[in-house]
């Protein structure tokens, strides 16, 4: 967190000396929102994004301690700075033990001041960046990394691998569930803006009356309701990352604003002449075609070549079968540990009828599907009936995907069964033979026999 990205609200019923401290502070490039009253303190604690509050201890309406007590409630990784003119000891230490982090007197040394947010800044900035670090090992080693052999998957990893590097924009197109968030964060932590931020924002979420006011903030009095100066997401990614999620529901007006970002690098708030200049790298991803919007007219050509510099297209589910099986076990081991239980495996049966689910929801769906089962089994293992009514009718409905056809004599029968098989557990052998039905040395020996290995 830089000076750039930190905002201070200022509460004084002392119009006079609030102006004042605001001023000196944004000097040094500090953002500052001023409070004239206590109230007008604690709605905008309710309201807005605050670092660092500097409140006054005695004031008409509320106590600077009652500050402290909802700043600490509303925004626990704030820092408060309580200033007084009638100060005591024992007022300092009772502060301080509920959670202020400095006590000053007044009259304030502007530099001591400044020099006390600074401290409150680093040390925001430091804890802010461990638990960063943290959470990208987490997602890099851990089960939320990107799981997957088959071909298609690799195709994936190897672009990231080539794309993070560099500041190019990146399109990430695919069904919904398939993973395209988690792909931008990939992409993300592996890039040299990892230690900046990574915004995340979809599109589809967002009322259009307030969406460009997300995206490139508003000044105070723009709009009815804008009562606050408010930094928009751009502002919030700069010099990181900015992932905009379902940009195919983007609605024209906010297109053309988002166009002249990725063109000049600069936003302008709602109801502000002023230009901001940011450095954001943007990630974009839909579950819609694009071009057909285009034809519709309700998607800019100039901006889909804007956005299309580096596209990636992920794969449904159902057409990475070898990559189930992988993803199953998984997902066993996180929601195992996630409800304390003791799930050692899934039974061949159960697997069978996910490998032959077509997965319309994709890996979003797998994850649901895998999370319940964990929850409700009574046992160490998942079996059939732990499988939710819908999954366990529609496979029994759909005919197996094999390659088997009439005519064929029994041993071309037997080599695509079991290279169907084996592709369908990611080449897992033992569990291949368990499928089948068959002893592992059995398998071994076909394999030989066929010269399959």
């Not at 992988?326 to 195992?336: H, T």
Request: charged share 25%; glycine share 6%; proline share 3%.
């Amino acid at each position: 967190m830089s000076q750039y990205n930190t905002t201070i609200l200022i509460i004084d019923d002392n119009e006079e000396h609030a102006n004042a401290t605001a001023e000196a502070i944004q000097k040094v490039g500090y953002k500052c929102i001023v409070a004239t009253s206590g109230k007008e303190g604690l709605k905008i604690i309710e309201t807005e994004e605050i670092d660092v509050v500097i409140t006054d201890l005695i004031m008409h309406d509320f106590s600077g301690m009652e500050i402290l007590k909802a700043t600490k409630e509303k925004l626990p990784e704030a820092e408060i700075i309580l200033i007084t003119g009638y100060g005591t000891v024992e007022t300092a230490v009772d502060a301080m033990r509920k959670g202020a982090a400095t006590f000053l007197l007044k009259p304030i040394n502007i530099n001591h001041l400044r020099a006390e947010i600074n401290k409150l800044v680093e040390k925001q900035n430091l804890v802010r960046n461990n638990i960063l670090l943290q959470k990208q090992l987490d997602e890099k080693y851990g089960l939320t990394g990107i799981i997957g052999n088959s071909a298609s998957m690799q195709k994936v990893l190897t672009m990231v691998n080539q794309i993070s590097g560099t500041n190019a924009t990146v399109l990430i197109t695919g069904e919904s569930g398939t993973g395209k968030e988690l792909i931008a964060k990939t992409i993300h932590n592996n890039s040299l803006r990892k230690h900046n931020p990574l915004v995340i924002l979809n599109s589809a979420a967002i009322p259009e009356n307030i969406l460009e006011s997300e995206l490139f903030g508003h000044e105070k009095g723009s709009f009815t309701g804008a009562l606050y100066q408010r930094k928009g997401k751009f502002e919030y990614a700069h010099r990181g990352t900015f992932f905009l999620d379902e940009i195919g529901d983007m609605p024209l007006s906010a297109q053309a604003k988002l166009l002249r970002v990725l063109e000049d690098g600069v936003i302008t708030r709602i109801g502000s002449n002023e230009s901001i200049e940011v450095d954001v790298r943007l990630i974009a991803a839909t579950n819609q075609e694009l071009g057909n919007l285009i034809k519709e007219g309700k998607f800019r050509e100039d901006l889909y070549f804007r956005l299309n510099v580096i596209r990636i297209k992920l794969p449904p589910l159902r057409e990475r079968l070898e990559d189930i099986p992988l993803l199953i076990d998984a997902f066993i081991r996180e929601f195992s540990r996630l409800y304390s239980k003791e799930i050692l495996q899934i039974t061949p049966e159960a697997r069978k009828i996910l490998l032959r689910y077509q997965w319309p929801g994709n890996i979003r769906e797998l994850k649901n599907c895998i999370e319940s089962m964990v929850v409700i089994t009574t046992k160490k293992y998942l079996d059939v009936e732990d499988l939710p009514d819908h999954i366990e009718k529609k496979s029994d409905e759909m005919p197996a995907s094999h390659g088997l056809m009439a005519g064929m004599t029994m041993e071309d029968a037997e080599i695509e069964l079991i290279k169907c098989t084996l592709a369908s557990v990611g080449g897992n052998r033992e569990e291949a033979a368990r499928m089948l039905g068959i002893g592992e040395r059995t398998l071994y020996r076909k394999l030989d026999l066929y010269r399959l290995k």
